[in-house]
């Protein structure tokens, strides 16, 4: 079974922290996403490697940044938190084959205050 | 550009009754398209996608989805509802960039009353 975990279930940040939350997949997928989910928005993607030390923009980069340095970890880093931050983050890999489903970790609800 | 739309915010159905979720998309070439399902605090469960052929796809817990090409619709089916079908669920499309990356509807909530 492929399994993707997140640090965090639930975190909860001041404004002007910097958060880490870290993404791990066990199945030797090349491709890795974050997503950022708000009730009416369905999921919007943040950014996405498609290989070590790799990562493209998705349609919502702004305020966050991610860092690839092995291949079953991808790391999502909010540089300074907002409260417009807050949100459900999850996180999902996929092979190379692009006909493969994503397969998503369980989520951190990040707290903004 | 590409889009997945969810007219249906919730679709609330009896228990035992058919149920259908609805999905329109809009993409250049053939779909690759994907269902999810999402229970409380929970990430996203894969249920089914279609890639080519049959028209009908048959997925987890008993859930199918109907490719129509013509109408541009993937919609998301069951026969007979339980009360723990109640989730959210998201349709989705491949993006055409060979990346992988995915576009998700807004997401429809399913209530499904005993």
């Known amino acids: 079974d492929v399994k993707v975990t997140q640090s965090s279930r639930y975190l909860v940040k001041r404004t002007g922290e910097k958060v880490f939350l870290e993404c791990v997949q066990d199945?030797?997928?090349?491709?890795m996403f974050w997503y950022r989910q708000d009730p009416g928005l369905g999921l919007r993607l943040i950014y996405f490697?498609?290989?070590?030390?790799?990562?493209e923009k998705g349609d919502i980069p702004e305020g966050y940044s991610v860092s690839r340095e092995k291949k079953e970890r991808f790391s999502l880093i909010l540089e300074s938190a907002s409260t417009n931050q807050t949100s459900m983050y999850l996180c999902?890999?996929?092979?190379?084959?692009?006909?493969?489903?994503?397969?998503f970790g369980p989520g951190t609800r990040l707290t903004v205050t | 550009a590409q889009s997945v739309a969810q007219p249906e915010d919730q679709v609330n159905v009896a228990e035992g009754n058919p149920l259908t979720v609805k999905c329109t998309y809009s993409?250049?070439?053939?779909?690759?398209l994907f269902w999810y399902v999402q229970y409380p605090n929970r990430g996203l469960q894969f249920l089914l996608k279609?890639?080519?052929?049959?028209?009908l796809v048959k997925g987890s817990y008993g859930f199918e989805a109907e490719f129509n090409k013509s109408q541009t619709s993937f919609h998301l089916k069951k026969p007979s509802a339980l009360v723990s079908d109640s989730a959210l669920y998201f349709c989705?499309?491949?993006?055409?960039?060979?990346?992988?990356?995915?576009?998700f509807g807004q997401g429809t909530t399913l209530q499904v009353k005993p």
């Open positions: 999902a890999s996929t092979g190379r084959t692009l006909l493969y489903e994503q397969y």
């Open positions: 199945m030797d997928h090349e491709n």
């Open positions: 490697s498609y290989d070590v030390k790799m990562k």
């Open positions: 993409v250049s070439g053939n779909p690759y």
């Open positions: 279609y890639i080519t052929g049959d028209n």
């Open positions: 989705a499309v491949r993006d055409i960039s060979n990346t992988g990356k995915l576009i």
